[in-house]
């Protein structure tokens, strides 16, 4: 009788524990579902649109550190947004950084190398994203550079069973067009050179 009863606690503690440790392993599935194509709140750092961040990172009311000033730098815009795991490592999932300096060479000589290019997001503007093929973490990058500006998405971990580079792009087209103002665009004289003998 003693044994029977052992037998049966014991099995109830196997259950429990099979149960504890199935739902702790984050066995939750892949919402592989597209990001937003239209730019709406919540947004994290003022510009990046939560649901997006949810999605390719795969967490949950994440730590998001950071802002973007506009008006910087002759209205070009300068800012970062750094997104963190809520976790005790706190690791670093997304960065999406705003500067001045934006190098369509840098561009050209990364869609010659095989990136794809970005498509026409902002009126003038160029990039190009990529999956980092050597990354066990689904990294991706996009750049978008227009004029003085340049905007960078940097995926450092995504979800597994997510497209990681159609998730920097799809981001890049939410939050391009509110970043790039007028102030980056290249200048007229730079965009249509006059002819010699002119």
Same mark, same amino acid.
């Given at each position: ?89 706190? @690791? ?7 500067? $001045? !300096?934006?190098? #369509?060479? =840098? ?6 190398? /095989? ?58 087209? @939410? ?7 007028? $102030? !980056?665009?290249? #200048?007229? =004289? ?6 010699? /003998?002119?």
């Amino acid at each position: 009788m003693k044994a029977k009863k052992i037998l049966s606690v014991a099995g109830v503690l196997a259950c429990v524990m099979g149960l504890m440790v199935a739902c702790g392993s984050g066995s939750a599935e892949v919402d592989n579902g597209p990001l937003p194509t239209v730019a709406a709140p919540p947004y994290v750092c003022g510009y990046l649109p939560l649901k997006a961040v949810e999605l390719m990172t795969g967490v949950r009311d994440p730590i998001a550190r950071g802002s973007f000033d506009l008006t910087l730098l002759e209205g070009v815009g300068y800012g970062t947004c750094t997104v963190y795991r809520r976790d005790d490592d706190q @690791l670093k999932m997304l960065q999406v950084g705003l500067t $001045a !300096g934006g190098y #369509s060479g =840098k561009v050209e000589e990364q869609v010659k190398a /095989g990136a794809p290019s970005l498509p026409e997001i902002v009126p003038g503007a160029v990039g190009y994203y990529f999956r980092d093929a050597d990354s066990e973490n689904n990294a991706a990058y996009a750049l978008l550079s227009r004029g003085k500006a340049q905007i960078t998405v940097q995926l450092e971990i995504g979800v597994e069973g997510r497209d990681g580079a159609a998730d920097v792009l799809a981001l890049m087209k @939410l939050i391009a067009p509110r970043l790039i103002t007028d $102030a !980056g665009a290249p #200048s007229a =004289k730079a965009a249509s050179p006059t002819p010699e /003998g002119s």
